[in-house]
């Protein structure tokens, strides 16, 4: 698994690795040594990307969109060597040569607890086949189909008869009309009584054959029902089987640290329910082969290779830290017993000036922060060197002992408020906030030109075209619904200052529903990226943040002055 440094970069170009050049920290809190960070540095990017071009030549790689990453170690001699692995199965394997293997837990000391876990998953998984089959066999019971059958008979009949009914009744009601006219007393009576035993007997064909088809239906739909019960009593027996299966399998599957322990998922993740595929992720895999071969780990880098994925959030070539809800919560686990002599230096505060730490905090407290950002600075940090300056690599810097979580973010160029969370808990608390559109958000802003309308709705379906990154674009048939509202404050004779208030997230989303002419046709001024690029700046400003605190419960409004 152990791949020499020379195949992925030369001697020239390898620079020195130091922790101080860090683009990104993986991060975990240890109950030894508190907060541990690993860094994905400029060499480990390179190794990244030397690995992307021999990705490129295998169309294994490209058939579906996954996480790789690598990991630059150091053996015992202080030798380089570079382990490289990818999350999940790959091509349904999950032993493919010169990768790092999925983590079994089974290879452990204590093989007869292995054993007799593996034996009682066995048993579970045979169970759960028996179930399936059982499933198959009533979901396709013969009586579906002839149930089926007979039903679209019935109603191709019962539709014919209705017709021919509905034609009868028209005839009857023209006769009954010339009779009126031209008979009287008696004779009308016992002419009209004629027409009335037709409709009797219409009627009673029409019940005739709708008993027919309850004697042929209900018989079969009494099997479909029980059917369908007992379908019902299996499928809860199988999900209770798959979460002890579940259950088992996070047991029996064991992660091992730098300090030489071993935990298992099951007492990693003891609160609710460990999502599906935890462990199976690339720093899990890479740093747990690292920890039990006695390698020291210097660098990591994960990227997105393949398809995008389905929500579209990863990216082809794209670097991504540790996945939220499967790998962070392991991370500290993992990185424990690492040594701090190199790792604990933050290499952001080098590429900073002092003052440039300082951010316009709005509001802050043992949970949560709101700062006022300035246009031009990122949210979080970019991709590459010289965009890691960010919000949230400053306050990073700044408060070296906590992680920073940013609950949303605001466009580069985009100044105004942004909130943060100081912990894990409290960021999935104000993000369901935004999810469930409990956050209100004002922006204001000037446009390039003066607009006639004093208010309005813009609703635009907005889409990300791969080809015109980072641009958003107006699609019908691609873009997902955004809803924006606006309203004039003032007016000017070159251009005019509007309020918005934006009721979806999408990005770029008031931008892109200023400038697009099926919103109001014209550009915010200053956004050189849809068509206004008449000032230093761009002109729009997250003035006011409304949204209730997570653990006190009162509703917040704060504000941020307008700067322009």
Known sequence: MLHPLSMFISQCDRGVNDSSAALYWYRGDCHHQGNIRLPRTPLAEAIAQTLMQQLVADERYRCE????????????????????AFSGLLKGKSDVEGWVPLISGRDRSQLGEANCITLEESRTLLLLDDLKHRLLALNNIPERQQYAVLQQEFETRLHILSVCHRQRKQSRDDQRQRLTQILVGETLAQSLEVLN???????????????ERDANLLPLRHVIDQANHQIGKLKQQRKTLS????AQMQRAYWLTNFLGESRSLHQLMPYGAVPTGTGDCCAPKLLHYAATHQLKPLAMAEFWWGASSANGDK??????????????PLMGFLLSGLSLSRLSVSGLSQHLEPSALDLPIIY????????????GLLSVPGRYRHTQDSVVSRLQ?????????AVHRLDQDTSGLLLLAHDRATYQ????????RRVHKVYEAILAESIESRQGMIELPLWSDPCDRPKQKVDWQRGKPSATRFQVSDRAPQGCRLEFVPLTGR?????????????????ILGDRLYGSAAATRLHLHARELTFDHPRRGQRLHLQAATPF
């Open 65 to 84: 969109g996954k996480m790789f990453g690598v990991l630059l170690v150091e053996d015992a001699l202080g030798q380089p060597w570079v382990l490289k």
């Open 197 to 211: 035993d037709e409709s009797r007997r219409d009627g009673l064909e029409r019940r005739q054959l709708k008993q």
């Open 243 to 246: 979460q002890a299966l579940q």
């Open 315 to 328: 990216v082809e070539g794209n670097f991504y830290g540790a996945c939220r809800d499967r790998c962070q």
């Open 364 to 375: 802050e407290d043992e949970w949560l922060l709101v700062v006022n950002k300035p246009s």
């Open 397 to 405: 810097c700044a408060i070296a002992n906590r992680e920073i979580f």
């Open 429 to 436: 608390i104000l993000s369901q906030q935004f999810q469930q």
């Open 507 to 523: 990005t770029h989303q008031i931008r892109v529903h200023a400038a697009d002419k099926s919103g109001i046709g014209v550009p």
